[in-house]
């Protein structure tokens, strides 16, 4: 996964983050609300020499002082100090416990000791602090050496007594806040970028291209879903330029006409059969002569989507129960026939691998340009292999909010082993911003509502046909990269 597919996740997912980092805010402040109040209070002290007429006797002193000092820091949260604290100041504590809120600290090259006290009060911290420092101080002088007539070698003052605070000193609100939102932004990033890692979901080009080699020659974004307008009859079908551009593209990629093109995916629910329907009235639009076959035998919806009545349809062409040609049910839009599914049979592989469906295949390819096949999904059935060497490529949908990598991958696989070239990928339901041309762009037609039941319903569209001398030098100019078998 490469650096700017993380970037995008990360400014796709900026809620994520924002979200992330306002609860580390909250939480700053909630784990400084409910906290413990405690304050701090300290006493410095001062150690001279008691003794030394001479310089030299004084900067000896002063040497020992200084020596002395660290000893000093470790005497204040003795037992030897802190019990006659205990016992002056009635604290309901031992001294072990009390030296925990004792510290001692002196600068470096200095005689000064600053005794630091923490309680749940002000005046409670002041006064354990000085009678800390009181301690101390006796202790000190009364463990120094004596000089020569009795006289204390060191002398301690104190020079600042405690006085209780003003404020507290900890929780600090506006430290915990920081730390929240820092914790919280570090929160978000770590589960975008963790989901990007887990989410294999093909999203977009890039992510396509870590999975396939395959060109992507198409993308589709949402549609507006329809209703029909009743059984038997066909609703006003509306072309989205995506579904043209794709046409236009899919032409430039053939050889020539005749051609067939078997529409599968890898999963199920991933759109094929819209795909393959504006697919195929896009191609009408540019004056082919076009067959969309609904081989998808398992779970149909072409009949749904466009109103056809459901039978008969290919089943009873391959069983014969009636002919190909009055099953094929043109549509309102010239120049696209439909052949429906017809009933669903209990064994749509037989009917597939039949000789009857190859026969058909190769009848609909001397009547029509191009033969636009729906297939059902290759990870639930091999019927894309079945009827693969009967046509000329496949054209893989794939739904950018549904399928993963491993499952695409697995099925473009499955076409390699049966030696059917791919001739593109188009992605789904992909975002697409389409800039608005003219007053009525990107309208959607009335009667459209917000979703249909089925799961390949497809939004209401009507067509207006290109012109065909153009449509025609169009495809004199285009590239040719996949030949006719």
């Known amino acids: 996964m490469t650096s700017n597919r993380y970037l995008l996740a990360l400014r796709r997912s900026w809620v994520v983050i924002v979200a992330a980092l306002i609860l580390g805010g909250v939480a700053g402040i909630v784990a400084s609300a409910v906290a413990t109040p405690v304050y701090s209070a300290s006493s410095k002290l001062y150690f001279s020499i008691g003794t030394g007429s001479s310089a030299t006797d004084l900067n000896q002193g002063s040497t020992y002082t200084q020596a002395q000092m660290l000893s000093f820091a470790e005497l204040a949260t003795s037992p030897i100090v802190l019990t006659p604290v205990v016992e002056s100041l009635g604290l309901d504590v031992t001294p072990a416990t009390l030296a925990g809120n004792i510290t001692a600290t002196t600068p470096q090259g200095t005689?000064?000791?600053?005794?630091?006290?923490?309680?749940?009060?002000?005046?409670?911290?002041?006064?354990?602090?000085?009678?800390?420092?009181?301690?101390?101080?006796?202790?000190?002088?009364?463990?120094?050496?004596?000089?020569?007539?009795?006289?204390?070698?060191?002398?301690?003052?104190?020079?600042t007594p405690a006085t209780p605070p003003t404020s507290k000193?900890?929780?600090?609100?506006?430290?915990?806040?920081?730390?929240?939102?820092?914790?919280?932004?570090?929160?978000?990033?770590?589960?975008?970028?963790?989901?990007?890692?887990?989410?294999?979901?093909?999203?977009?080009?890039?992510?396509?291209?870590?999975?396939?080699?395959?060109?992507?020659?198409?993308?589709?974004?949402?549609?507006?879903?329809?209703?029909?307008?009743?059984?038997?009859?066909?609703?006003?079908?509306?072309?989205?330029?995506?579904?043209?551009?794709?046409?236009?593209?899919?032409?430039?990629?053939?050889?020539?006409?005749?051609?067939?093109?078997?529409?599968?995916?890898?999963?199920?629910?991933?759109?094929?059969t819209v795909t393959a329907l504006g697919l195929s009235l896009a191609l009408g639009e540019r004056r082919q002569r076009v067959l969309l076959v609904e081989a998808n035998l398992r779970r149909p919806s072409l009949s749904h989507i466009t109103g056809l009545p459901a039978a008969p349809g290919l089943a009873e062409a391959i069983a014969e129960t009636t002919g190909s040609t009055s099953a094929v049910k043109v549509a309102t839009i010239e120049g696209t026939s439909v052949l429906v599914a017809g009933e669903v049979?209990?064994?749509?592989?037989?009917?597939?691998?039949?000789?009857?469906?190859?026969?058909?295949?190769?009848?609909?390819?001397?009547?029509?340009?191009?033969?636009?096949?729906?297939?059902?999904?290759?990870?639930?059935?091999?019927?894309?292999?079945?009827?693969?060497?009967?046509?000329?490529?496949?054209?893989?949908?794939?739904?950018?909010?549904?399928?993963?990598?491993?499952?695409?991958?697995?099925?473009?696989?499955?076409?390699?082993?049966?030696?059917?070239?791919?001739?593109?990928?188009?992605?789904?339901?992909?975002?697409?911003?389409?800039?608005?041309?003219?007053?009525?762009?990107?309208?959607?037609?009335?009667?459209?509502?917000?979703?249909?039941?089925?799961?390949?319903?497809?939004?209401?569209?009507?067509?207006?046909?290109?012109?065909p001398e153009r449509a025609k030098a169009d495809r004199g100019n285009a590239p040719a990269s996949v030949s006719k078998k």
């Open 345 to 467: 049979p209990s064994d749509p592989s037989s009917l597939l691998a039949s000789g009857r469906m190859s026969e058909l295949l190769e009848s609909f390819a001397k009547d029509y340009d191009l033969v636009i096949v729906d297939v059902a999904p290759i990870t639930v059935s091999a019927d894309a292999a079945i009827l693969g060497p009967s046509a000329d490529a496949v054209l893989v949908v794939v739904d950018s909010t549904r399928v993963r990598a491993a499952k695409l991958a697995s099925a473009l696989d499955s076409l390699t082993s049966a030696r059917i070239p791919v001739i593109g990928i188009v992605l789904n339901h992909m975002r697409i911003h389409v800039p608005r041309y003219t007053a009525s762009a990107r309208r959607a037609p009335a009667g459209t509502v917000a979703e249909a039941p089925h799961e390949d319903a497809a939004e209401t569209r009507t067509g207006t046909p290109v012109d």
């Open 169 to 272: 000193s900890s929780p600090d609100t506006s430290r915990n806040l920081l730390a929240g939102l820092v914790l919280g932004l570090i929160i978000g990033v770590l589960v975008v970028v963790l989901r990007q890692r887990i989410e294999t979901r093909i999203d977009g080009p890039q992510a396509l291209a870590e999975v396939t080699n395959a060109p992507l020659i198409g993308s589709i974004g949402r549609r507006h879903h329809y209703r029909p307008s009743g059984a038997g009859t066909t609703s006003p079908v509306h072309v989205t330029e995506e579904d043209r551009q794709l046409a236009a593209t899919l032409l430039s990629s053939i050889a020539g006409t005749p051609f067939t093109v078997l529409v599968t995916s890898a999963i199920p629910r991933e759109g094929t």
């Open 111 to 159: 005689a000064l000791l600053e005794v630091t006290a923490t309680a749940s009060t002000g005046s409670r911290a002041a006064g354990i602090a000085n009678a800390v420092a009181e301690s101390l101080s006796s202790e000190i002088e009364r463990l120094a050496p004596t000089a020569t007539g009795s006289k204390k070698v060191l002398a301690v003052t104190i020079v």
